[in-house]
């Protein structure tokens, strides 16, 4: 059956607890039965009754006696365990307390590396703002803005092409000066450029843009860009000295961009004129065409003077061959001569060696001196 009261462990059940009532009421009503009959018998029957009861309130004590032992183990046991939980959470937290300490220590020297990071950056901007200012210094200045065009086209032509192949304000022959001209190979003509731009009209396009006065900004900018390239045309344009297309240069690329996009028109007219617009990307690639036209024409004309020593030296080999041949003539002559001195000196030697073997006695020597000088003279 299962228990009604649990506490620690100890449990009582339903039967239990209906007994020990059960005992009680029996008490109470023998005792009161008693005292109206008073009969022995009954009060007999009563003791023995209430000596169940003391039985049975004795084993219940015990119960409780022990119920209240295990209930204290038990506490006691839960303590314990729960001082062990309680140690190993406070271990535990401890620990992720460390951790997170150590994780904050390390997110706040990356912090500050960051800060000393933007700090830098704040002053790299500073830089680039002042930079900028004077960039738009220089921009908004005529002169200015135009030295600034001309001094990065320079730079572009210097880092391109040999100083032999270009001149910077050079004057033409109908006394006009040139930003720069560019020496092409014989027969093609030089290459003028120019670097100016109407930036103030671009300027006033630029900040009337979304207002009424855009149209008018446009048209005006548009006649500018056109007037311009005519110039170009004129000047520079001259038969016999340049060559049959002038380079008309944007400092920027944003710029040349936008020409292309919403000025179509004028990029064409400069096209019917014979005058280029050209970009800094754009006049790179240009100038590498050009450094490309000069070195082929070099190497024309490097293979015409190779050709020409190439024959200068196979007649140099024609004469050398006649002189070896005169040579080996001379050296077949001195060969023979050779052989020929080689045959006397052989028979020189024969001669040597059979007179050598002759035994003559000293008198017939003395009597044969004279025959023998003689013999000696006539052969001589």
């Given at each position: 059956?299962e228990?009604?009261?649990?506490?620690?462990?100890a449990?009582?059940?339903?039967?239990?607890?209906?007994?020990?009532?059960?005992?009680?009421?029996?008490?109470v009503?023998?005792?009161?039965?008693?005292?109206r009959?008073?009969?022995?018998r009954?009060?007999?029957?009563?003791?023995?009754?209430?000596a169940?009861?003391?039985?049975?309130?004795?084993?219940?004590?015990?119960r409780?006696?022990?119920?209240?032992?295990?209930s204290?183990?038990?506490?006691?046991s839960?303590?314990?365990?729960?001082?062990?939980?309680?140690?190993g959470?406070s271990?535990?937290?401890?620990?992720?307390?460390?951790?997170?300490?150590t994780?904050?220590?390390?997110n706040?020297?990356k912090?500050?590396?960051r800060?000393g990071l933007?700090d830098?950056?704040?002053?790299?901007?500073k830089?680039?703002?002042?930079?900028?200012?004077?960039l738009q210094?220089i921009l908004?200045n005529k002169q200015?803005?135009?030295a600034f065009?001309?001094?990065?086209?320079?730079?572009l032509?210097?880092a391109f092409?040999p100083?032999?192949?270009f001149?910077f304000q050079q004057?033409l022959?109908?006394?006009?000066?040139?930003?720069?001209?560019?020496?092409?190979?014989?027969?093609?003509?030089?290459?003028?450029i120019d670097?100016?731009f109407?930036?103030?009209?671009?300027?006033?396009?630029?900040e009337a843009e979304?207002?009424?006065?855009?149209?008018?900004a446009?048209?005006?900018f548009?006649?500018?860009m056109?007037?311009h390239?005519?110039?170009?045309s004129?000047?520079?344009l001259?038969?016999g000295?340049?060559?049959?297309?002038?380079l008309?240069?944007l400092?920027?690329?944003a710029?040349?961009a936008?020409?292309?996009?919403e000025?179509?028109?004028?990029?064409?007219?400069?096209?019917s004129?014979?005058?280029v617009?050209v970009s800094p990307?754009?006049?790179?690639?240009?100038?590498?065409?050009?450094?490309?036209?000069?070195?082929?024409?070099?190497?024309?004309?490097?293979?015409?003077?190779?050709?020409?020593e190439?024959?200068i030296?196979?007649?140099?080999?024609?004469?050398?061959?006649e002189r070896?041949a005169?040579?080996?003539k001379?050296?077949?002559?001195?060969d023979?001569d050779?052989?020929?001195?080689?045959?006397?000196?052989r028979k020189?030697?024969?001669?040597?060696?059979?007179i050598g073997t002759?035994?003559?006695?000293?008198?017939?020597i003395?009597?044969?001196?004279?025959?023998?000088?003689?013999?000696?003279?006539?052969?001589t």
């Amino acid at each position: 059956m299962e228990p009604i009261v649990e506490f620690s462990g100890a449990s009582i059940t339903l039967t239990e607890l209906l007994l020990a009532a059960l005992l009680v009421l029996s008490a109470v009503l023998i005792t009161a039965w008693i005292m109206r009959s008073g009969r022995a018998r009954e009060a007999r029957e009563l003791q023995n009754h209430l000596a169940d009861m003391r039985s049975e309130q004795s084993r219940l004590q015990g119960r409780l006696a022990q119920f209240a032992e295990d209930s204290e183990r038990r506490d006691a046991s839960f303590a314990e365990v729960l001082d062990a939980r309680l140690t190993g959470v406070s271990e535990r937290v401890g620990q992720s307390l460390e951790h997170v300490q150590t994780r904050n220590s390390e997110n706040l020297t990356k912090l500050h590396e960051r800060l000393g990071l933007i700090d830098q950056a704040q002053s790299n901007i500073k830089v680039l703002a002042g930079e900028v200012s004077g960039l738009q210094s220089i921009l908004s200045n005529k002169q200015a803005r135009g030295a600034f065009g001309e001094k990065q086209m320079q730079d572009l032509i210097r880092a391109f092409l040999p100083a032999r192949a270009f001149t910077f304000q050079q004057t033409l022959s109908n006394n006009t000066r040139v930003d720069a001209l560019i020496h092409m190979p014989e027969g093609h003509g030089d290459v003028a450029i120019d670097s100016k731009f109407p930036m103030e009209s671009w300027r006033r396009m630029i900040e009337a843009e979304g207002s009424y006065e855009a149209e008018s900004a446009k048209r005006d900018f548009r006649n500018d860009m056109l007037k311009h390239i005519k110039d170009i045309s004129r000047k520079y344009l001259i038969e016999g000295e340049t060559y049959e297309l002038a380079l008309m240069f944007l400092p920027s690329d944003a710029i040349f961009a936008e020409l292309h996009n919403e000025f179509d028109a004028v990029v064409d007219r400069g096209f019917s004129q014979r005058v280029v617009i050209v970009s800094p990307t754009t006049f790179m690639a240009t100038l590498h065409t050009m450094q490309a036209v000069m070195n082929d024409a070099e190497i024309q004309k490097n293979a015409a003077l190779i050709k020409r020593e190439v024959s200068i030296m196979a007649d140099d080999v024609a004469r050398l061959d006649e002189r070896v041949a005169r040579l080996q003539k001379h050296f077949r002559m001195a060969d023979k001569d050779m052989s020929d001195i080689q045959i006397s000196s052989r028979k020189i030697s024969a001669r040597a060696k059979k007179i050598g073997t002759v035994d003559f006695d000293n008198d017939a020597i003395e009597d044969s001196l004279p025959t023998l000088k003689l013999v000696s003279d006539g052969e001589t």
